[in-house]
Each structure stands twice: as structure tokens, then as C-alpha cells.
């Protein structure tokens, strides 16, 4: 195994990481400040996907799909957070588990009432197509390259807006106390619809994004959904850090997991039961990762609340 | 109370009801689908344990119905082709005999009850919720990868396995042990509840605080009732895989710890008969929705949003009026 | 709800009305259960056949929809093109989970009393399916999956696969691989039964070494990772099985990571309703298949346009596979009663109708002995699809036929 290739193994994990922390941030944010448990998130991932693959192949251009798939997901996230999410801040994380379950049974047929069962088209575009050289004789994607550095700005900027803005400090206010924000004359509501749409946006960002080099179809959210579950179950729900570590240590456990584990039971099998059982235990190394953080740290990395 | 009481009895006369009636009628499908209600309301039964008694929001119950699946699968997979299961350290046979299965189904559940939960538990609130349902995809995953029981394509089972003294190819004598398993379920469900441990697990739920000032450590409580929850969720997959006499992944799937948390959801939590009116619920819907509309889901997500904004008792509180909880 | 559909349920009303008075209650049922009733005795019913009831189990929710949508059309399409009046169909959303295909085979087989059943796309369901329907005395026709169990050991009188055996497009991609003189593959293929007896089937024929082989998690979406291993490896030519979502993603990732390597696999990655997802990433791949649209014979020139026509859209391979199956079990309905099994099993087995693929025959194990060909992926106008480049297998079988005791 070349160094070549694990160094490019290593950006590839950097790289789903960084998608997986899109996910997660909306997730961890809107637990953060509303203690919402949100399952819809990934029909959130899903909506931008398809708002980007209709507009991007109605107009041609790429970037109109992206904020198209920007503009689609945050006033999906709104109108679900008006009509449906406002009602159960208060209830128990059971209602809030069922009814965002019942949301995903409607967005996903909905989405195939509308844009049928066949895989939908969303084409990287031509700027960012093709591989660079980087350093070191590593050929890599241009367009991967794009999205490290996408979620590197996002990431940036979630820091910034939290930790430098009017609308960051009473996102932190209202993640440590309701009640006094709201006493403090803070329009809470509105609050709540613009944090939930933020966060909508970001996985509607990370749908678009993904989307275009793989297949834009119905269901593509929940697989994303529960690997982001288990980035901010390490990271420690409600915290932007926590949801950027877990998410690039979930990216590169899984990457190189696959890439190690079958080379390494082929020292003492043979090669293609290697393979099946290399992968087969590849694929439930994040689960153990996650395990093993519990065990040391039963509220996640950076977990504040238990 | 006595409206819970009289609620009660009714749900669950009617089930055997429609059974011998479909079977006067010659309309063995009929029959298949209240077998189907009670193993599913059986599944639920267990997951109420855990989620009303305990408070324990557990998306990953999905894992104990597959386990208890595989159980089955496993055992008379063995028994089909006459292979045995283990050679060492001790010789141990397939089987096509449901107590066998059953046996194998609970204890194997409850182990993995035992682990999931003995992680799982030193959170609480959303992680707990999180943690299960990331449980739950890892026996997913790995029963795909994993070929020897057939992974994905999963693994058919020809004929239903036996129980001593009764003909379980009959659907009706099929629903009538599937029944029977569900009536002690729901006995020991109420047992549980009267019971000091369950007194103690329900204040454990209300106040975790205060039961460990009377010297309780809630942990082992909990423990203790997500074992046996999961253990009734296992027996409830075996009977399921033994239904349709077959066991595949998906049996493991997240979706299917939905389902079971809607069958409980749409009953109403923490009611004795909850998950008996839900999963009888639910099987109606699929029925009649899915013969409306292809895409009859949108229709059960309406449904279902509704009852949990505006009918937060679910089903057996709209029959049975509020306040049964405190009693279960 | 299609267009077809509802033609159906509008036709159905009027029918109702003709027939008021003797099966309002039945009819009433059927829409319930969301049966659909192909031809239900219009006119007079003068044949001396018996009516031959089919129960269609296919995917028509969910993921994977697609593929039930074409082999329930191309069906139909048969089933309404024959004007026969003997046959009624009853289609079931499986929603593609195995024990929901079960309980419906279930109802079929108890309530509806069916007399044939077909419609299964998926190998996993099929094989929780046939088993018993067929030791229950029930036909099956499977229009697409073709589990090696099946073909072998678990061979069946009354199963008969009207698609292929799993392997053989595999096989064939080994062969072509082998012919154009390919010396060293790169394989791959998710981690679950079909995608082992996949890489299985490649090796079977392919003459060349292997640079590696892999298995990826099955709904794996980003194959970043394994493309780097192409590259970094010294292979010469790409064998992939990713079938639905995952080739689409495979595909556009690999196009676009500068590896210019020749690309092999199966046809269901570059059927006609997945291409236009894949789009300028699958031009020039060249995909083994049973079937294309252009092939050239009547049957298949009648077909791609009355379908086109119906439907609005070119038909896929699994719509092919709909059609034949239909077109199959009508031409044996013409020579047998499906009450007299051992006729009506003959009259199966003679495979005596027109396919789409021309010639086509059943081998001792009920699976297909045909040709198999090379298409290539180009662009026709907007639309993308495949152009027939020859044939890459003869009158190709099956191995497992060796271990079918029929």
C-alpha cells in the first residue's frame, strides 16, 4: 500500500467528514437551542438534492441549483417548524422522535409523488470537474477538493455567527436558558424558526453537494441521517465543535477502515473471504468507535449537558 | 378506570373473534393478518415496557425483533439441512421446534439486550435515543455483510416449525399460539407494573433523584426492565420470521424500529392494550390505504401527525379515556 | 397513480355498471386491495380454456420502484396488445420488502386464489417467495431475478425464469473482457449474495489475472475511496455489479477522477430509466445484456414503439423482460388448461412465442438459453441509451442446470 494512496485515503475521509459535519451541525444546533430531536433532517438533505438536481437541469448552471437547493431546504425547514415542530418544543423527545418520523414518511413519497421513482441528474460542474496534482504526486478530485474547502468555510462561518453575532449570542443564550431569553424580550419564536431554517439550509447545502457525484434519489437522507447521529452522539450534542471532530473522525474511521481491515485479514485468510469479512466488520467500525467514546465519555467529546 | 377496564377486555376479544370468523368463512388471509396483529402488538408490548414503564426511548429495538428472527432462522436453517450448528466445544443441533427456538430467541435477545444496554444506559434523554438507533443499524450492517446466513437475500425457512400438540400450519391454530404468547405478555406486562420493581422503575421515570435518595440506583432498574423488554421484543421476532417463514436484514432495519414505536404511539404509551390497538390499526391502514394510493405512507404520516399533536392519548385514549398510566 | 392506471379503474367503472348486479361486492373488494383487472370477460368468453388468474407481486413504492413500474408496463402492455379476455391479473405493491412479498403471496395463493404468479424483481424476495408458492402447486414466472439456489438445487417444476440465471450477464462481461484482450481486472461489487455470485460469475469466464477485488458496503453511496485503489493499482480494465443508486454514484465519481480505464459490467447499471441520472459520465460504456432496443427482429420493433407510445418513454430492459414473460404465459394459456399441470407445463417449457430477443429457449433447469450481447452507451439526440455492438455469448445457459434434478 503506497503512501500516495493513503495520503489520498485521508483527504477522501477529510472529505466525507466534512459533509457528514453539514448534517450535523443543523442537527446538533437545533437540539442546541430548541432541544429537538429532528429525524427529518436527512428529507431536509434530500430536498435540497432534488431542488438542485430540477433547477440545475431547468436552467443549466450549477450554482442556481445550489441556492436553489439552498432557498428549497430552509423554507422547507421553516414551514415544517411553523406548522408542525413549534408544537412539540415542549413535549417529550418521544412525541418529537414520532412526529418527525411521520414527516419523513411525507416528504419521501411526497418527493416521489412529484418527481416520480426514477434517480433524478445533477452533473458536477465543468469548472470543478476533472483532478489536480497536489503535492507529493496525489492525484485528487477537484470537485472533493471543492467540498473540504466548502465545509471548511462553512464551518468557519457557524463559528463566527455563533460566537461573534447578535443573532450567535442569543442562539448561545437560548441554548442555556429559555426562558430568561425569552424573558429578556427576545422574540423567541422567530428565533427558533430562523435557527431551525439555518439549519435546514446546511443540510439542504450538503444534499446539493453530495448530490452531484452521486445518485439524487428518494431515501438518500436517512443513511446520511444516522451516520450524522452518530457524529454528534461522539462530538457531544449541541456543540458546533464537538458535531466538526466527530464528523472528520467518523469520515476517516470509515474510509480507512475500509481500506485496512480486508488487507489486514488477508495475512491469515484467504483473499476473498477477507474481503467479505473485512468489509463486514468495515462497516460497523463507526458503531464501535462510538462505543468505545460512551464508555470513556458518556456525554459525547465536547458534551456540556447530559 | 373501569372504561380502561371494559376497553381492554373488548381489544382483546376481538382479535380472536375476526380470527374464527375468517376461519368459518374460508378466508385464511384474514386470519394471517391477525396473527400478524398480535405478533406485531407482541414486538409492541415489549418495546412499551422499556419506553412507557421505563421512560426509555429505544430506536434500536429493531435489533432484538432481527435477533429473534435469526433465531428462528438459524436454528431451523440447521434443522433443514441437517447440518449442525456447533461441533465444538459441544455438539449443538439445528431445530424445527418453536419451544427450542423460543428459548434460543429470548436468551439471545436478552444478552444483547444486556450489552446495548449497559452502554446505552449511562446516557439518557437524546443520546439514549441516538445510541439505540445507531445499535440497531450496526446488527443491520452486519447482517448484510455477513454471509453465512444468507446476508441480504436472507434465508427461507420451507416449512413452519412445530409445536408440540398443535398443527401450526392451520392458521388458526398458528394465531392461536401467537395469541397465547401475547396474552403472557401482557399479563406479565401488568404483573411488572403492580409489582415493587415496576413501582420503583415508575418513580425511577418520574424522578431519578428520588429514588436513589430511598437508596435505588435507577440504572439497574432500567437495565433490568430493557432486558426484559428486549427479550419480549426477540420472541415477538421469531414468531414474526416463523409467520412468514422467513428472516432477512431488513427485518433489522431502523424503519422497523419505527414501526414498532408507532404501533405503541398510535395505542396510546404506557396503556396495557396500546400496542395491540396500534399494530390493529396500523395493519387497517395498510390495507385500506395502500389499495387508495400507491403512495399510501404520505397518508399514514398525516394520520400519524395528527394523533401525536391532537390526540396525544393515541388510540386507547380516545376509547378508553385519560388516566390509565399511573395504573399500568 | 399513472395514466394506466387509472384508464384501468375509469374502464373498470363502466364494467361495474355491465355487471352491476352479480359482482358489486366482488369488485368492490378488489379496488380495495388494490387489484387491477385486466380484461375482465368482456364480451363473450367463447374459449373452452379456463380463465387464468395472475398475481403480479412487484415493487411499485419506495427505492427500486422503477423497476416494478417497467415490468408491470411491459406486462400489461402484452396482456392488453393480445386482446385475450381469459386472463386477469391482480398487482400487489411489495414495497420491496421480503415479508411483505410474502404475506401477499400469502393472500394471492389463499384469498385471491390465483393461478400464476409473477412480477419479482428482487432476488432476496424471490427467494422468499417461490419456494413455497411452487410446492403449493402454484406457477411462477419470474420476469427478472434469477437466484442461483433456484437454478440449481432448489430447480422447480413449475418455476421458470423468463429473465436470465444471475450470472449470465456477469459471465458475459467476463467473456467480452476476455475478448478484447483485457489482462488484468479491477472487480467489484457490494457485500451481499448477488454481488459475490457476481464476481463469482466474472471469474468464471474471464481469462485474464485480477488486480483486486473488492467488496463495497451495499447502498454505499461514495466510492472515493475504492477509486483510489483503481489507481493505484495496475489494472488495465474495471468490472463493476452496482446496481440502482450505487452505480449512478460509482459511475459520475469515476468519470470524473481522470482514471482511463475500459469499463465492463452488467446491463442494469445502464438500463434506460437509470442513464439519464448517470448522463455523460456512462457514454462509451460497454454493458452486457440480453436485450436492447434496437435488436433487430419484429417483435422488438413492435414492442419499443408501442410501449414508447403508451407510455411516453423508451423502454428498459426490465420492461423487455415484462413483456416476454406475459407474451410467454399467453402462449402457453393458447395450448393448455392451467388446471391440467403437466399440460400446462409443457406448454411453458415450449417457450413457443415471440420474444423481444429473438430466439429463446428453456434449458433442463426452466432458465433461459439465449443470446447474450455487447451494448455501448450513446447518446441519441438528448436522450441517452444503448446501442446493440454484437453478441458476446451463444445460446449461453447456466452452470447450476448440472445440479437441477428436473
Known amino acids: ?306 | 378506570m373501569k372504561r380502561a377496564w371494559v376497553a381492554n377486555v373488548a381489544l382483546i376479544c376481538m382479535l380472536p373473534v375476526v380470527a374464527i370468523w375468517a376461519s368459518m368463512a374460508d378466508e385464511p388471509f384474514i386470519i394471517t393478518l391477525a396473527t400478524k396483529v398480535a405478533i406485531l402488538a407482541l414486538a409492541g408490548v415489549g418495546l412499551n415496557m422499556a419506553l412507557g414503564q421505563g421512560g426509555l426511548v429505544s430506536l434500536g429495538h429493531a435489533a432484538f425483533f432481527g435477533i429473534g428472527g435469526y433465531a428462528m432462522g438459524i436454528l431451523a436453517s440447521h434443522a433443514q439441512s441437517y447440518t449442525p450448528l456447533l461441533e465444538w466445544p459441544m455438539l449443538i443441533e439445528g431445530s424445527n421446534s418453536m419451544p427450542v427456538i423460543w428459548l434460543l430467541a429470548l436468551v439471545s435477545s436478552g444478552l444483547a439486550a444486556l450489552v446495548i444496554g449497559a452502554l446505552s444506559l449511562r446516557t439518557n434523554g437524546v443520546y439514549f435515543i441516538m445510541i439505540t438507533l445507531a445499535f440497531g443499524q450496526m446488527f443491520y450492517y452486519f447482517s448484510i455483510s455477513w454471509p453465512a446466513y444468507g446476508g441480504e437475500d436472507g434465508l427461507a425457512i420451507y416449512m413452519r416449525n412445530g409445536f408440540p400438540g398443535l398443527n401450526t400450519l392451520v392458521p388458526l391454530h398458528f394465531f392461536g399460539l401467537a395469541f397465547a404468547v401475547l396474552l403472557v405478555a401482557l399479563a406479565l406486562a401488568t404483573l411488572i407494573g403492580r409489582s415493587p420493581f415496576g413501582l420503583a422503575l415508575n418513580a425511577a421515570r418520574q424522578s431519578s433523584e428520588r429514588v436513589e435518595t430511598a437508596g435505588i440506583r435507577p440504572y439497574r432498574l432500567q437495565l433490568t426492565v430493557f432486558v426484559l423488554s428486549g427479550m419480549v421484543t426477540g420472541l415477538a421476532g421469531a414468531l414474526f420470521a416463523d409467520l412468514n417463514r422467513f428472516v432477512s436484514p431488513s427485518m433489522f432495519s431502523w424503519q422497523t424500529s419505527g414501526e414498532i414505536m408507532v404501533f405503541v404511539i398510535l395505542g396510546g404509551v404506557a396503556r396495557l392494550c396500546g400496542p395491540l390497538a396500534g399494530a390493529a390499526l396500523f395493519i387497517l391502514l395498510e390495507q385500506l390505504l395502500g389499495g387508495i394510493s400507491d403512495y399510501w405512507h404520505i397518508f399514514l404520516g398525516a394520520l400519524l401527525l395528527l394523533i401525536i399533536l391532537f390526540a396525544r392519548g393515541g388510540v386507547m385514549g380516545l376509547i378508553a379515556g385519560p388516566g390509565e398510566r399511573a395504573h399500568v | 397513480m399513472s395514466m394506466f392506471l387509472e384508464e384501468l379503474v375509469v374502464w373498470r367503472e363502466t364494467t361495474k355498471e355491465e355487471y352491476a348486479v352479480t359482482d358489486r361486492i366482488n369488485i368492490g373488494r378488489a379496488a380495495r386491495c388494490s387489484t387491477i383487472a385486466a380484461a375482465l370477460f368482456v364480451g363473450l368468453a367463447s374459449s373452452a380454456m379456463a380463465d387464468v388468474k395472475v398475481g403480479m407481486i412487484t415493487t411499485l413504492s419506495g427505492g427500486g420502484a422503477s423497476l416494478g413500474i417497467d415490468v408491470r408496463d411491459g406486462f400489461m402492455l402484452a396482456v392488453e396488445q393480445s386482446g385475450n379476455t381469459d386472463i386477469e391479473v391482480v398487482i400487489e405493491d411489495d414495497q420491496r420488502k421480503p415479508e411483505m412479498a410474502v404475506q401477499i403471496a400469502d393472500k394471492m395463493i389463499q384469498s385471491e386464489k390465483v393461478d400464476v404468479l409473477t412480477g419479482i424483481i428482487w432476488s432476496n424476495l424471490a427467494m422468499a417467495v417461490v419456494p413455497s408458492a411452487t410446492a403449493q402447486g402454484k406457477f411462477y414466472l419470474s420476469p427478472n431475478a434469477g437466484p442461483s439456489a433456484l437454478a440449481g438445487k432448489g430447480c422447480h417444476a413449475n418455476y421458470f425464469n423468463v429473465a436470465w440465471q444471475n450470472d449470465a450477464l456477469h459471465e458475459a462481461a467476463g467473456a467480452h473482457a476476455t475478448a478484447e484482450g483485457y489482462q488484468n481486472s479491477f472487480i467489484l461489487a457490494p457485500n451481499y449474495p448477488a454481488g459475490q455470485d457476481a464476481l463469482t460469475g466474472y471469474k468464471r469466464t474471464f481469462e485474464g489475472e485480477l488486480s483486486g477485488e473488492l467488496f463495497t458496503k451495499l447502498g454505499q453511496t461514495d466510492y472515493a475511496a475504492e477509486i483510489a485503489q483503481i489507481r493505484a493499482s495496475d489494472a488495465d480494465s474495471v468490472f463493476f455489479f452496482l446496481p440502482g443508486g450505487m452505480g449512478i454514484s460509482f459511475l459520475k465519481q469515476f468519470a470524473d477522477n481522470g482514471i482511463d480505464l475500459p469499463v465492463v459490467g452488467p446491463a442494469f447499471s445502464f438500463d434506460q430509466g437509470i442513464l439519464q441520472a448517470v448522463g455523460d459520465a456512462a457514454l462509451g460504456v460497454r454493458n452486457t445484456s440480453q436485450w436492447g432496443k434496437d435488436l433487430d427482429n419484429e417483435t422488438n420493433a413492435a414492442f419499443v414503439a408501442s410501449f414508447e407510445e403508451k407510455y411516453g418513454r423508451l423502454p428498459s430492459l426490465y420492461a423487455s423482460q415484462g413483456f416476454d414473460t406475459a407474451n410467454l404465459l399467453l402462449s402457453a394459456m393458447a395450448s393448455a388448461d392451467v388446471s391440467d399441470q403437466e399440460a400446462f407445463r409443457a406448454a411453458l417449457k415450449a417457450a413457443d412465442f415471440d420474444s423481444t430477443r429473438g430466439d429463446f429457449a428453456f434449458g433442463s433447469n426452466n432458465h433461459p438459453v439465449q443470446d447474450i450481447y455487447v451494448r455501448e452507451v450513446i447518446k441519441e439526440g438528448d436522450v441517452y441509451t444503448n446501442r446493440t455492438l454484437g453478441v458476446t455469448l451463444t445460446d449461453h445457459g447456466d452452470v447450476h442446470a448440472a445440479d437441477c434434478a428436473l
Not at chain 1, 503535492?135 to 468557519?156: D, E, F, H, K, M
Not at chain 1, 439524487?216 to 437522507?221: I, N
Open chain 1, 1 to 306: 500500500m503506497s503512501p500516495v494512496l493513503i495520503a489520498e485515503q485521508v483527504l477522501n475521509g477529510v472529505q466525507s467528514g466534512v459533509v457528514l459535519f453539514l448534517m450535523a451541525a443543523g442537527l446538533t444546533l437545533v437540539f442546541g437551542v430548541m432541544g429537538l430531536i429532528n429525524l427529518a433532517h436527512g428529507s431536509l438533505f434530500m430536498v435540497g438534492a432534488f431542488a438542485a438536481a430540477g433547477v440545475a437541469s431547468a436552467t443549466g448552471s450549477f450554482l442556481l441549483g445550489l441556492v436553489a437547493a439552498l432557498a428549497a431546504a430552509a423554507a422547507a425547514g421553516a414551514l415544517v417548524e411553523v406548522l408542525v415542530l413549534r408544537r412539540l418544543y415542549a413535549r417529550e423527545h418521544l412525541d418529537q422522535v414520532l412526529a418527525t418520523f411521520a414527516l419523513i414518511l411525507i416528504f419521501s413519497e411526497g418527493v416521489r409523488w412529484v418527481f416520480g421513482s426514477f434517480p433524478l441528474f445533477l452533473d458536477i460542474p465543468t469548472a470543478l470537474s476533472g483532478t489536480v496534482s497536489l503535492p507529493g504526486g496525489i492525484l485528487y478530485s477537484r470537485y472533493r477538493l471543492a467540498l473540504i474547502a466548502t465545509g471548511l468555510v462553512v464551518a468557519l462561518g457557524l463559528y463566527l455567527l455563533i460566537a461573534h453575532t447578535r443573532i450567535g449570542m442569543q442562539v448561545r443564550a437560548g441554548a442555556s436558558d429559555r426562558e430568561m431569553i425569552a424573558a429578556l424580550g427576545v422574540d423567541i419564536g422567530r428565533l427558533y424558526t430562523v435557527v431551525f431554517a439555518l439549519g435546514a439550509a446546511l443540510a439542504g447545502l450538503a444534499g446539493a453537494l453530495v448530490g452531484a457525484i452521486q445518485s439524487v434519489q428518494v431515501g438518500m437522507g436517512e443513511p446520511v441521517l444516522i451516520l450524522a447521529f452518530v457524529v454528534i452522539v461522539i462530538g457531544g450534542i449541541g456543540s458546533i465543535k464537538g458535531a466538526f471532530i466527530g464528523a472528520l473522525l467518523v469520515g476517516l474511521t470509515d474510509t480507512l477502515g475500509r481500506l485496512f481491515l480486508p488487507p489486514l485479514f488477508a495475512l491469515f485468510m484467504d483473499s476473498s473471504a477477507a474481503a467479505t469479512v473485512g468489509s463486514s466488520l468495515a462497516s460497523m467500525s463507526i458503531y464501535v468507535l462510538m462505543a468505545i467514546v460512551l464508555v470513556l465519555k458518556p456525554s459525547g467529546l465536547f458534551g456540556a449537558r447530559t
